[in-house]
């Protein structure tokens, strides 16, 4: 995979942004952390925050690929928005890997990650190695 300059991204909590940090690695993947606990505004400036990162990486490898660290559980308003944003701006070929810490994270966000391009981990590596690795043919 071909690296993209772009800067790293972070939340600005002094106007209202939720706490992450996000970047492109040198692989292509986009790597963001998710730390405290959001509002639905503040997942909507994330969105629109991080969508110049989606179409960098689009445009150099024709599919995004995220690899998404959760440190909080959401309220489930919030995590169910996060969710549809996330599947709004996903086009065909894009995977994103949930890596989480707390079994209630993980039952959360199996609720909420209902395709097969979306994987839960609890290792980083592994769920680095799943984005990499070919998804399955659909069945």
């Known amino acids: 995979m071909v690296s993209i300059p772009a800067p790293a991204i972070r939340g600005d ?11 492109i690695g040198p692989d292509g993947i986009i790597g963001v952390t ?3 606990v959001w509002t639905n505004a503040q997942v909507d400036r994330f969105f629109d925050a991080t969508d110049p990162l989606r179409r960098a990486v689009r445009a150099a490898h024709g599919r995004v690929l995220q690899l998404v660290v ?24 894009d995977r ?44």
């Not at 839960?120 to 799943?130: C, E, G, H, N, Y």
């Open 34 to 36: 998710i730390r405290d």
């Open 13 to 23: 909590l002094r106007a209202g942004d939720g706490n992450f940090d996000a970047a």
């Open 70 to 93: 959760v440190e909080t559980v959401q309220p489930p308003a919030v995590a169910l928005h996060v969710r549809n944003c996330t599947v709004a701006v996903k086009l065909p070929g």
């Open 96 to 139: 994103n890997a949930f890596v989480v810490a707390s079994q209630l994270s993980k039952l959360q966000i199996t609720r909420l990650a209902t395709t097969r391009n979306f994987g839960l981990f609890t290792d980083r590596l592994v769920a680095r190695q799943w984005l990499l690795a070919e998804p399955p043919p659909a069945s």
